[in-house]
């Protein structure tokens, strides 16, 4: 109990030099931990103190770790502030701008291999069916195409699953990169967000595998895709409704900065979420009303600028729509290529600060 006591007084006593105070005394804490206060308010959200940032809950504290703020990951040192550059998290490096937001942002990915991991034999792979489940060494794969299994984040018949670098699937309490935790039920398929529940996983590729015909070229109708299907930006609000912009180090004037669409090329902010309407999907062959299987992959030029990802829609119990979305991570300019079963259609994305 001295001991614990010792550690604890000692941990106050460190944050304590760590945490800037100012002559107004605006830091006050308690057993909970810290919060800052303006007038007879504290804050909540992002607060730039002394020029560094904070980043306080709805409850007040100040918050430490890994955070999601919109579609961007964020580190919390443990004074607080937020990181930016090269620092060391657990005895791996990682990389944020100079925003705070990770450079590695959209997927979350395994640290390390379960012990019985393993990749699947040629042998299993030659003797399944393509765009199938199998399973080997205890473990449950897909099978793409030939010798090609499914790794990382798939959407497969409108579920998402993911799988390790060997192929295999996960299950139950998944930990990525950032060290926050997601749920993936027994089937495998993506349950939520457990640190956090509002999180989605976003995915480049897309394939379905309930389709009886074999006549696999489509056709693709983009004169909806150019529309904002439920355009979101941090920019201009936090969760709880209150304006961030000043706290992100942007303009109030950057309220205009909702995303625009001109011909096939959207412009955007950096740190935008953007949805976009349907790509309708038909048979090339006119006389079948039977949809092939499809293999959809989002790609882009830059995705140090711009990542993409595809979602499904269904009609008619077939997956006939396919909607891409963007995360904009900095300035600059990508083209986005969306291919199904080799028929591709693109569209250019234009971020500015």
């Known amino acids: 109990m001295i001991k614990k006591l010792v550690c604890s007084v000692i941990a106050t006593i460190s944050i304590i030099m760590l945490i800037p105070i100012g002559a107004s005394a605006e830091w006050k804490s308690d057993n909970h931990g810290w919060w800052y206060t303006e007038g007879s ?11 560094l940032w904070y980043y306080f809950g709805a409850d007040g504290y100040m918050q430490k770790g890994w955070i999601k703020d919109g579609a961007w990951w964020y580190y919390l040192k443990d004074n607080g502030v937020m990181a930016t550059g090269k620092i060391s998290i657990k005895d791996k490096t990682y990389e944020f701008y100079d925003n705070g ?37 205890g473990n449950k794969y897909f099978k793409i195409l030939g010798g090609i299994y499914a790794y990382g984040g798939w959407n497969i018949d409108g579920d998402l699953y993911v799988f390790d670098k060997n192929g295999v699937l996960q299950k139950g309490e998944y930990t990525g990169q950032s060290g926050n935790k997601y749920l993936l039920g027994e089937d495998g398929k993506f349950v939520k967000g457990i640190t956090y529940p509002e999180d989605e996983l976003w995915v480049e590729t897309a394939l379905t595998t309930k389709s009886t015909t074999d006549k696999n070229d489509v056709k693709l109708d983009d004169s909806n895709m150019m529309n904002l299907n439920d355009p979101y930006s941090k920019d201009l609000a936090a969760g709880n409704g209150t304006t961030i912009l000043q706290a992100l180090d942007y303009k109030l004037e950057n309220k205009k900065s909702k995303p625009k669409i001109e011909g096939k090329t959207l412009y955007c902010k950096v740190k935008q979420s953007i949805y976009l309407g349907n790509i309708k999907v038909s048979s090339e062959n006119s006389k079948s009303s039977a949809l092939p299987n499809l293999m959809v992959m989002a790609s882009s030029t830059d995705e140090n600028v711009v990542y993409s990802a595809v979602d499904l829609g269904l009609e008619d119990g077939f997956y006939k729509n396919i909607y ?16 199904v079963n080799g028929a591709k259609t693109t569209f250019d994305v234009i971020v500015t600060e």
């Open 101 to 137: 937001r990770w450079k590695n942002n959209y997927l979350p990915s395994r640290e390390s291999l379960k012990d019985n991991s393993m990749k699947p034999s040629a042998k299993t792979l030659e003797e399944t069916s393509d765009f199938s489940w199998f399973e080997e060494h």
């Open 324 to 339: 891409p979305k963007i995360e904009a991570y900095k300035a600059g300019k990508a083209t986005i290529t969306i291919s």
């Open 41 to 51: 308010s504290y804050i909540t959200g992002w607060k730039q103190i002394n020029n």
